[in-house]
């Protein structure tokens, strides 16, 4: 077929350079959006006077037909063609004949892939916070089932202090409202519309960027022309957003993989999530979470790379920017197929299980820190307590004893301010309870923070 651009190549490009320079193959995903771009730009023609509207029609009817060629999936697709956009205006072409030349008028590639990566990029960000709002619904859900299920609390992965498991699921939810924010603000330099900055310097003729940029439901426009056809800011931000979801999902899949073990026992995996090993026959391994955990290396790469592609790039576009859609594109999917997966995993995929996680809290020292706050309410200032209460464990250590082991002579004799109370202040119900400070996760805070991240839902 004819080369794609001017009479001054002759056609004799090496076959190994049309493939190398080729994006059709990923860019493809792109066509819906191009069309949307190209059916605005066509109208703001016709709009401006620069094409009849006689013309734009027969442009936009064209251009619908592409749309519904490709949904059919009749649209001729060859690697000759070079891009997305080059595609769609040579089938434009074929279709409604010499106007379908006039498309291009006023506009460049520059400006037509900066635009069609925004209009991609918003929707998909839309769809990735709703998916968030589903995460957290499953978060929440679960966190109201088990207000009052207790479960280790850790630091350094020692157990520290028991908790609510209510407060540990929330706190993701907390983790996926950071995101559904931070995604929201990106949108809004996702939001800005570079078209009508053509190559790189704008236009001769008296296009209207407005139009277009309200047609596409842009909130603004880009102010410079140069800027607006080689920012990428809007994509290194989104992968930094990205990446931080991936690591809130790590965390908990690392989370979830720990639970599972033998040697924690807190869950159960279900059917429904786990698969076997194909040798040995007793286990259940927990790939969905160790996907999730994997997964996140190759967001993490995409940010990397797309910080590096853009270090060393002169003003305006040069074309190491088509470098920038396959990590964007894969990061966006790698998104969605694990949030999918963790809402599948925690809705049918785990069973938290009572009796190993009563077991977990009651047979350690993770009281010990109210022990210490016993005696502060007792008048005793909390670094001798620590000390006093140092000492105990030590002792119970030697005797293979746990706190509430101890009599309440051995409590005396540590200090006389224990009374028969003590008992009662390190039981771990108690001492979730008791811990009721904003945030915390006394069981009074936890519902609180229930009904907060309920009230968060409701809003749209
Ligand atoms: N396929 C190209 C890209 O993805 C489109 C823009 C090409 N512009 C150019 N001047 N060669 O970046």
């Given amino acids: 077929m004819s080369q794609t651009w001017s009479q001054r190549f002759d056609g004799t490009l090496h076959p190994a350079i049309v493939e190398f320079n080729a994006s059709i193959s990923f860019d493809i995903q792109l066509i819906e959006y191009d069309l949307d771009g190209s059916i605005a730009h066509a109208q703001m023609l016709a709009h401006t006077g620069i094409i009849s509207g006689d013309e734009a029609g027969q442009l936009v009817a064209g251009l619908q037909q592409i749309r519904q060629e490709h949904r059919d999936g009749h649209l001729p697709i060859s690697l000759d063609l070079e891009d997305v956009h080059?595609?769609?205006?040579?089938?434009?072409?074929?279709?409604?004949?010499?106007?379908?030349?006039?498309?291009?008028?006023?506009?460049?590639?520059?400006?037509?892939?900066?635009?069609?990566?925004?209009?991609?990029?918003?929707?998909?960000?839309?769809?990735?916070?709703?998916?968030?709002?589903?995460?957290?619904?499953?978060?929440?859900?679960?966190?109201?089932?088990?207000?009052?299920?207790?479960?280790?609390?850790?630091?350094h992965l020692q157990r520290a202090q028991p908790i609510s498991l209510a407060h540990h699921l929330l706190a993701y939810f907390e983790m996926a409202d950071r995101d559904w924010e931070r995604l929201g603000d990106v949108r809004k330099r996702v939001n800005i519309s570079p078209l009508g900055c053509g190559a790189l310097a704008g236009t001769t003729l008296k296009i209207d960027r407005a139009f277009t940029a309200d047609l596409l439901n842009f909130a603004d426009i880009y102010a410079n022309s140069l800027d607006g056809v080689s920012d990428r800011d809007f994509v290194i931000e989104f992968l930094g957003a990205a990446s931080i979801i991936m690591v809130h999902l790590s965390r908990l899949a690392e989370e979830v993989i720990f639970w599972a073990t033998q040697e924690a026992g807190f869950i159960k995996l279900t059917d429904r999530c786990a698969t076997g090993s194909s040798i040995m026959p007793q286990k259940k391994n927990p790939d969905v979470a160790e996907l999730v955990r994997g997964k996140t290396g190759r967001v993490f790469g995409h940010l990397q790379a797309m910080l590096t592609i853009m270090k060393g790039l002169p003003l305006a576009y040069n074309k190491d920017l088509q470098e920038d859609k396959e990590g964007l594109f894969d990061s966006v999917r790698t998104v969605q197929v694990c949030l999918t997966a963790m809402i599948v995993l925690f809705q049918e995929g785990l069973e938290f299980q009572p009796s190993r996680l009563a077991a977990a809290v009651n047979e350690d020292f993770s009281n010990a820190t109210d022990v210490a706050d016993y005696l502060v309410t007792k008048q005793v200032p909390f670094r001798e307590a620590y000390g006093l209460v140092g000492q105990v464990v030590k002792t119970c250590l030697l005797a293979n004893k746990l706190l509430k082991d101890l009599t309440l002579a051995e409590w005396q004799a540590i200090h006389p301010a224990f009374e028969d109370d003590i008992y009662d202040a390190i039981k771990p119900r108690q001492v979730v309870a008791a811990r009721n400070s904003y945030g915390g996760t006394g069981f009074n805070q936890v519902r609180k923070a229930i009904d907060r991240a309920a009230q968060i839902l409701l809003d749209p």
């Avoid at 008028?105 to 400006?111: C, F, G, K, M």
């Avoid at 929707?123 to 479960?151: F, G, M, P, S, Y």
Wanted: hydrophobic share 40%; proline share 1%; aromatic share 6%.
């Fill in 86 to 155: 080059f595609a769609v205006e040579k089938r434009l072409i074929a279709i409604v004949g010499d106007v379908g030349k006039k498309l291009h008028t006023a506009r460049s590639r520059n400006d037509q892939v900066g635009t069609d990566t925004r209009l991609y990029l918003r929707a998909q960000i839309d769809l990735i916070r709703q998916q968030l709002r589903d995460w957290q619904q499953v978060l929440l859900h679960l966190a109201k089932e088990n207000v009052e299920t207790l479960i280790p609390g850790y630091t």
